[in-house]
């Protein structure tokens, strides 16, 4: 029965790992879908064409249509980790004497995650709408490449503003689309993309936080159990201390991690597959978080890296497309434009 959370807990990773991907590699179209659903293909020697269609369908409905799904799945994740974090963890840190305000970090750090959460799902992203559309075809150029004048959305039956992209999820037009995040059940545009800066921050460090605590936890568990203070016998048969010089010497320390990981797993099951969670959480978080920290001193989003990339990659007439970013305008100014709206800048630049 200690296993099945564990068990709930991996299987939610995995959802994370394939929506994370997915959830970017697009918002609209089946050109999408099949370039996020290469497997059936791969297995298509081993796997009914019936199947195939059958998950296609499922995983489009999954990753390609919105819903609350990974909202839920958000939320469940959070609170097993923080239960399994508060019930054990936590008590055991306590009675080992940690610092009070170390073990109180996390709690503050899900309290500014909760809020981030909250204000980048229920933010307007930048919804183009007949009112606003004149103001936001000035916001920018056409680069002439990636965004170019006078194309019209067919949907919306209004021209398509530079760096703007219709969301087959929202089924809206978006204003510096980046992309649809499926976590948080909305686009990220212009106006929530700061948000969505913060969140994946502070859901970063959180979950390094958790694993940082938990670590330093078991690490204080091998100490204490007296591990380190064994002897040996050399070959003149004179029993000695363990050292540090021997543990180095004779490649000690891999069977010492080897047996104490044994011990704590047989001793902590939940907190030693929790740590592995974190652990592995807080990898493709920090790398996404790099990720979007790039795009943002770059001054792309993420659809038009993901265009870019795609042109790049093309042929036209034996030669290649050349995209250069008419956007950037230095490191400080590129910060500027995301963490404040274009309407305070719009204000600055009239005063």
Known sequence: ?????????YLGLVLAVAALYCGHAGSGAARAAGQCFHFPQVLSLVIPARLQSVTQKVLLRLFHTRSNLF????????????????????VYCWELEF????????????AGNIGCFILCSRANPGIITKSNH???????VYDGVLFQKGI???????????????????DTCVHRFDHHCVWVNNCIGAFNVKYFFL?????TVMAATIAFITTA???QLVLLSGMMHG??????????AVEIFFLVQFNFITKLLSFSLQHLFLTFPRIVFMLGFVILLTLILGTYCCFNLYLALTNQTFNEWYKSRRYRCSQHRDRQIVCKNVYAKGVWMNLKEILKSPAVLERKKKT
């Open 217 to 219: 936890f078991l690490i």
């Open 199 to 203: 969140y994946l921050f502070t859901l």
């Open 134 to 140: 004149a103001s936001l075809m000035k916001a920018y």
């Open 99 to 110: 610092h009070l305000v170390l073990l109180l970090l996390p709690y503050l750090l899900l």
């Open 1 to 9: 029965m200690d296993f099945l959370p564990l068990v709930l807990l």
């Open 71 to 90: 909202v839920v799945l958000h939320i469940a994740l959070q609170a097993a980790v923080y239960a399994e974090y508060t019930w054990e963890v936590f």
């Open 231 to 240: 002897s040996y016998i050399d070959d003149q048969g004179q029993e000695h």
């Open 152 to 170: 019209v959305c067919t949907t919306c039956n209004m021209e398509k503003p530079a760096r703007s992209k219709h969301c087959s999820f929202c």
